[in-house]
């Protein structure tokens, strides 16, 4: 498995993504292959969509998993795989991971 991202809380590699520290409350992990993927974007991150939030979201069509360190970010990368609720995160490396996800989802 050769690893193309990670900072600690958010893992691309070979497979697909790993959010870290996902599903509350026990901050066990959510995997999601490339292929589940239909569309990835970045947005801005304000109060209602994530920033003031470490885990969750204050917007009921994100889920976000923990990142003490949100609160510092202004991006937010969603990704839609289907569901209602769409899983999202703020990466330290919004660019590199946008390029990343884009490449391995079409």
């Known amino acids: ?19 870290r520290r ?24 304000g109060w209602l969509t994530g920033r003031g939030r470490a885990w969750g979201s204050a917007h009921p069509g994100y889920w976000l998993p923990l ?16 569901a209602r609720v769409r899983p999202a995160c703020s990466p330290d490396d919004v660019g590199r991971v946008l390029a990343l996800l884009r490449e391995r989802t079409g």
């Open 1 to 19: 498995m050769a690893v193309r991202y990670d900072d600690g809380r958010l893992l691309l590699d070979d497979q697909g993504i790993t959010l």
């Open 22 to 45: 996902y599903y509350f409350p026990f901050g066990t992990a959510k995997h999601i292959p490339y292929a589940r993927v239909r569309h990835v974007e970045a947005r801005s991150m």
């Open 67 to 82: 990142d003490a360190s949100r609160l510092h970010k202004d991006r937010l990368v969603v990704l839609d795989v289907g």
